[in-house]
Nanobody, 116 residues
Framework: QVQLMESGGGLVQAGGSLRLSCAAS????????IGWYRQAPGKQRELVAT???????NYADSVKGRFTASRDNAENTVYLQMNSLKPADTAVYYC??????????WGQGTQVTVSS
């Protein structure tokens, strides 16, 4: 079974950038669709980006134009480049392996805090 681990979170000022990584174990990574989610305190977890096995990406309206998802199948890693960060982006960010469009396996999450 695939295991996922996020890294790259931290504290950044508004307008700054971070790059999150989602490293996966397992030989089936290249056929997986991966979703990036986030959960802010008191709010539901929301999908912010997807990176499909075919290389296409999709984004929530709230991050479109600021976040970019990419993947390196040779490294079994999916990235989320986050630019022009806002305090509203503060959340725990998770990656998930998607099966039929739904998260089937989660990473442990990484905290992103954006100060104003």
């Amino acid at each position: 079974q695939v295991q996922l681990m996020e890294s790259g979170g931290g504290l950044v000022q508004a307008g700054g950038s971070l790059r999150l990584s989602c490293a996966a174990s397992g030989s089936a990574f290249s056929i997986l669709n991966i979703g990036w989610y986030r959960q802010a305190p008191g709010k539901q977890r929301e999908l912010v980006a997807t990176a499909t096995s075919g290389g296409s990406t999709n984004y929530a309206d709230s991050v479109k134009g600021r976040f970019t998802a990419s993947r390196d199948n040779a490294e079994n890693t999916v990235y989320l480049q986050m630019n022009s960060l806002k305090p509203a982006d503060t959340a725990v960010y998770y990656c998930a392996a998607l099966v039929l469009g739904r998260p089937a396996r989660w990473g442990q999450g990484t905290q992103v805090t954006v100060s104003s």
